[in-house]
């Protein structure tokens, strides 16, 4: 091209090449049917995630980094709309990690601009289960309440909400907070009838659910992460999409919480101007908060001790690309469990299999295995031979949490830091005998039958 070619033509060229180079470098991130159809079975890895991309997602960050805006910004702002339209919520608001999400949103609850009686205090409870990833829990912690422990039913991987009464305390519980265990929804009518019963607030980790509906007993269905005050979602390469580090904050109704999460996102500020814009309140120099001057500049004035948690522009235009393709991945996510759920069904002496919430369509993140008591194997012994076999897995997350050295270490430190309602058996059984193979989109037939006769030859050498 000659060089005095227009800036358009120029970026057309830029994005040609770099979906040629795309096409030839990231052939095996391809959606299903459209990679290398190559796979040898004991050499080429059947990883339990991984990305699925093609030339849209990479010409997408390319082009934005073209523009060089890099902060938050247009990109955010269309995503941040996209989401929230797909999810049918009010607001989605981006951050740098699901893990932040989750910060954020309990944070939230700690701020001085909801209403006295239900705002979260240190010492205040947070209910939520024993068994899942430990930044659903983290934050209650960081935010100086107290996390309230319930048991987990091994075949859902959810909460027990039997104990949900023994775990409220009058005055002290404020809220709840569950994650949808591998993307199957916890009996989220069990838990809003309790939460409204005490007027508490509920939110929902919703990162390894994106696309899960549940319905509401004669409701038609709808997404996970609409039904709590707030919902979080993750967007690190093994969740639904992808925008590599990034996660989102959802209000599905309450506008209140807007401004609050924005604030605790972007350094605490109380400004809730866009990036690069200023005055959108119309009076700039005429706010009098706190202890400041009247007229402190807005932009500069901080209502909360707030964090930096946004991500980038660039983030979320390969976040957009993403989520068009998210029916697809939840179909995709769906086959594959089933396949897996089929194959493996001779098996049932040796394993029993997750069950699907009543009234739910999980959108799965894994495909569970529970090994029987009894069995000739452990879910340890299962663990090396998939891994031998080149067969990738994990357990559940951080098993029955209160066992990991962080939460064992605060015991120790503060043994009023946490409390635990009801015994943690079936926590235990899940940290004990549960893991989980994949189901993500990238999984060829041929994986995944190899994989059911791997487990399948394992399970016949030990009989």
């Not at 795309?22 to 190559?38: F, L, T, V």
């Not at 039997?162 to 949808?180: F, N």
């Not at 709808?222 to 580090?245: K, V």
Request: proline share 7%; glycine share 10%.
């Amino acid at each position: 091209m000659s060089k005095t070619g227009s800036l358009e033509e120029l970026a057309g060229e830029i994005e040609r090449l770099v979906r040629d180079y795309s096409a030839r470098a990231h052939g095996a991130n391809a959606p299903q049917g459209r990679g290398p159809s190559e796979f040898v079975p004991g050499k080429t890895v059947v990883p339990y995630a991984g990305r699925v991309f093609d030339g849209n997602e990479v010409a997408a960050a390319v082009s934005t980094t073209l523009d060089f805006w890099l902060t938050l910004g247009p990109q955010g702002d269309a995503f941040e709309r996209e989401l929230a339209d797909t999810l049918g919520v009010r607001r989605s608001i981006l951050t740098n990690s699901g893990s932040s999400a989750n910060l954020l949103a309990v944070s939230a609850l700690t701020s001085a601009k909801l209403p006295p009686e239900r705002r979260l205090r240190p010492g205040d409870e947070v209910i939520t289960c024993a068994a899942g990833f430990p930044t659903t829990v983290a934050p209650i912690v960081q935010n100086g309440a107290v996390p309230v422990f319930i048991d987990n039913d091994p075949l859902t991987g959810n909460a027990d909400f039997s104990h949900l009464e023994r775990a409220y305390t009058p005055g002290r519980t404020k809220a709840v907070m569950l994650a949808h265990a591998l993307g199957n929804p916890f009996d989220i009518a069990a838990v809003q009838a309790f939460c409204r019963a005490y007027d508490l607030w509920l939110i929902e980790d919703n990162c390894d659910a994106l696309g899960s509906l549940y319905a509401l007993p004669g409701k038609p269905s709808r997404p996970t992460g609409t039904f709590g005050d707030l919902s979080t979602q993750s967007f690190y390469p093994p969740h639904h999409i992808t925008m590599g580090e990034g996660g989102a904050v959802n209000i599905p109704l309450d506008m209140r919480f807007k401004v609050v999460v924005e604030s605790f996102r972007d350094w605490g500020r109380d400004c809730w101007c866009a990036s690069g814009e200023a005055d959108t309140c119309g009076k700039r120099f005429g706010w009098q908060l706190g202890e400041l001057p009247e007229g402190y500049d807005h932009k500069y004035t901080y209502s909360h001790l707030g964090y930096n948690l946004k991500p980038l522009d660039i983030q979320a235009a390969i976040g957009r690309e993403q989520l068009k393709r998210l029916p697809d991945f939840v179909a995709a996510r769906r086959r594959n469990w089933q396949t897996l759920r089929d194959g493996l069904e001779p098996l049932g002496r040796f394993f029993e299999f997750m069950h699907a919430t009543p009234g739910s369509e999980p959108a799965w993140f894994g495909f569970m295995l529970l090994v029987r008591e009894g069995a000739p194997f452990t879910a340890v012994e299962l663990s090396r031979h998939l891994d031998e076999r080149k067969v990738g897995s994990r357990r559940l997350f951080g098993g029955n949490l209160l066992r990991q050295p962080a939460f064992v270490q605060l015991r120790r430190d503060n043994p009023g830091a946490l409390r635990v309602a009801g015994d943690l058996a079936g926590a235990d059984r899940i940290m004990n005998a549960a893991l989980f193979v994949g189901v993500y989109p990238g999984l060829t037939p041929a994986m995944l039958d190899y994989v059911i006769g791997v487990i399948g030859d394992f399970c016949r050498s030990k009989s």
